[in-house]
């Protein structure tokens, strides 16, 4: 069965310990962004980037802009819920299901988006995540049917509490990318130098 899928790219953070806004970090040649735009893109997914402090900076300097849809979250200190929750209401209505990711994983494998979307069955399973090594990181693949249970829930509350609330499964891949968030200067010299992944 194909999937309508859509994917969420969480961009609208201050990035305050990095100094400067990680969505247009570079990775082999690309903005964290554009990269994330190309691999959801190729799977066929409409991309939904959000955006918040600098946001026009950041959609100015985008090489793909055009292959995504840009929404800006207004108030972008409410954190990654209220983020997801305005690229929630912009899901297609037809979706089957969604992936959402924040913006400083890039270098997440093709092959762990395949593993995910095949091991995911929108009738029964609420969410599915990668595993590696033992632990759960991003992206999580969501059914469409969650998009409410989101939007519901109140600013005091976290994703993490509906997701672990919620059907599960866990995918073993052998990415180490999947739990990677490049939060701060040196975790990206790291990353630049490949030393991570």
């Known amino acids: 069965m194909t999937l309508r899928l859509s994917a969420i790219l969480l961009a609208a953070g201050a990035s305050s310990r990095m100094g400067r806004p990680k969505a247009l970090l570079e990775y082999r040649g690309e903005t964290f962004l554009d990269r994330q735009i190309a691999l959801y893109a190729s799977l066929g997914a409409r991309v939904i980037c959000v955006l918040g402090h600098d946001a026009s900076f950041i959609a100015s300097r985008l090489r793909r802009a055009g292959e995504a849809l840009l929404v800006l979250n207004p108030a972008p200190e409410s954190g990654q819920l209220g983020s997801l929750q305005c690229g929630l209401r912009a899901l297609g209505p ?13 270098g997440v494998r093709p092959e762990t988006l ?3 979307l095949a091991g995911f069955d929108p009738q029964t399973d609420g969410f599915v995540q990668p595993r590696h090594n033992g632990l759960h990181g991003h992206p999580v693949l969501a059914a469409a049917a969650m998009a409410p249970r989101f939007l519901s829930l109140a600013p005091h509350q976290s994703a993490r509490d509906l997701i672990r609330n919620c059907r599960r499964r866990f995918i073993s891949v052998d990415d180490p990318f999947v739990l990677l968030d490049v939060d701060t200067p040196e975790t990206y010299q790291a990353l630049a130098e490949g030393r991570l992944g």
């Open 94 to 106: 037809a979706d089957d299901a969604f992936f959402f990711t924040p913006a400083d994983s890039p």
């Open 114 to 116: 395949a593993a995910l």
